[in-house]
């Protein structure tokens, strides 16, 4: 018999203190970061959108396919540019849409409620899992900005929690010895 001791413990540990900084950053987050965040990622779809239109370029002198690529480029500049020059009106856009999504899909879990009529067996939780959509959607729909920064604040604490939590279990690992027998 052998006692062994779990040896990757530490691994647990640094994930939960990057979930801790994870969680900590997103609780700090200001209006004015998430803006200039948005800012930079609107100049790397920019620069993306630049190689893809080289590439689309560069396949079309080679007489192969270039069309997707070339949407893409396009579509991937306007984006960007609206992120670079309207950051705010942008995502409270791109929020607003995802309000939409999330009404619709709220209302498709109530009607396979309706219609399936008592065959599923968690149609309780269905039933709040969809009210639930339907009200984030809404209140997306009209201060969309605002509920991303207090969603943000929620995800901050959730991952805070999970941190602490992994890195606990990483230092309780540490301490656990395990017996071992080798059948030969």
Not at 91 to 103: K, N, P, T
Not at 105 to 115: A, D, W
Not at 147 to 170: H, N, Q, R, S, T
Request: charged share 10%; glycine share 10%; with cysteine.
């Amino acid at each position: 018999m052998e006692t062994i001791r779990f040896k990757n413990w530490w691994f647990l540990a640094v994930n939960g203190l990057i979930f801790i900084t994870l969680g900590g950053l997103l609780l700090f987050l200001t209006k004015e970061s998430i803006l200039t965040i948005i800012k930079y990622f609107g100049i790397f779809l920019l620069a993306g959108s630049v190689v893809l239109l080289f590439i689309g370029i560069n396949n079309i002198r080679k007489d192969k396919s270039a069309a997707m690529l070339l949407i893409e480029a396009i579509a991937g500049t306007a984006i960007g540019l609206a992120l670079l020059l309207f950051p705010q009106p942008t995502l409270d856009l791109f929020l607003m849409l995802i309000g939409i999504w999330a009404i619709i899909i709220g209302i498709i879990q109530l009607v396979i409620i309706v219609n399936t009529k008592g065959a599923l067996v968690n149609k309780n939780a269905i039933l709040i899992n969809g009210l639930l959509t339907i009200a984030l959607g809404i209140f997306l729909l009209f201060k969309p900005f605002d509920w991303a920064i207090f969603m943000g604040k929620i995800i901050g604490i959730c991952a805070a929690i999970f941190g602490i939590m992994l890195v606990y279990l990483g230092f309780v690992l540490r301490a656990v010895k395990t017996n071992v027998t080798h059948d030969v």
